[in-house]
């Protein structure tokens, strides 16, 4: 396996446009997260699966985001009605999840909302 | 809420010269202190977990430590290609998530 890999990794919308993300993990992962991060800032927590369960969802994620991971492998990351302050870098990244937590991030979806 | 705080938030060193970077953390339930690494415009790489007060890793040139209340990220003799911003994320056990810091960007000079 060589990694998480994300796709696209670059997309540039229109306001108003839906886009989605999608991620797909290492295999043997059972831990699922996806972060958003801005210039300068640590990259911030949006959700995360535990297989194909959703088990935590941020304050700050607002309604017109949703994620998703069929049947525990891939995910998808869904923007409706894209704002210019969602432009930013979706990053996604697994974990094994059992004991051991520290996680391994996919190269990152670069979003323009213009 | 769990808090993280890196400082400083940039640092300049020549090639050579050793140094340390600091995360300070608040968290409940802290499973796992991390360290990663960042290079522009790509996802963060996984450097070092840290479980519990006293423990030390090492890679390389970096060492990371950590206390009960921060951690540091050592690094003795820099090279050029350790120029990157370096993240510091705590793991709440309790929440299931990590909370990261806003990163200290080395810049190593030959």
């Known amino acids: 396996d060589t990694g998480v890999s994300q796709d696209p990794r670059h997309k540039i919308t229109k306001r108003g446009q839906n886009v989605t993300f999608r991620c797909d993990p290492i295999?043997?992962?059972?831990?699922l997260y996806w972060y958003r991060q801005t210039l300068g800032q640590g990259p911030e927590f949006l959700t995360y699966?535990?297989?194909?369960?959703?088990?935590?969802k941020s304050r700050l994620l607002s309604d017109r985001f949703s994620a998703e991971r069929p049947k525990g492998s891939f995910s998808t990351l869904e923007i409706q009605r894209t704002e210019q302050g969602d432009s930013a870098m979706y990053l996604c990244a697994s974990s094994p999840g059992t004991l051991l937590y520290e996680q391994y991030f996919g190269p990152g979806t670069r979003l323009t909302v213009t | 809420e769990d808090q993280v705080t890196q400082s400083p938030e940039a640092l300049r060193l020549q090639e050579g010269e050793s140094s340390s970077l600091n995360c300070s953390y608040t968290v409940s339930g802290l499973r796992g202190l991390f360290w990663y690494r960042q290079d522009p415009g790509k996802g963060p790489e996984f450097l070092f977990t840290l479980y519990s007060a006293g423990e030390e890793k090492e890679k390389e040139r970096l060492k990371a430590t950590l206390t009960k209340k921060e951690s540091f990220l050592h690094i003795t003799a820099p090279k050029p290609e350790d120029s990157a911003t370096y993240l510091c994320?705590?793991?709440?056990?309790?929440?299931?998530?990590?909370?990261f810091g806003d990163g200290t960007t080395l810049t190593v000079k030959p």
């Open positions: 699966f535990q297989n194909e369960a959703q088990l935590e």
């Open positions: 994320a705590v793991f709440n056990t309790n929440a299931g998530k990590s909370t």
């Open positions: 295999s043997e992962h059972n831990r």
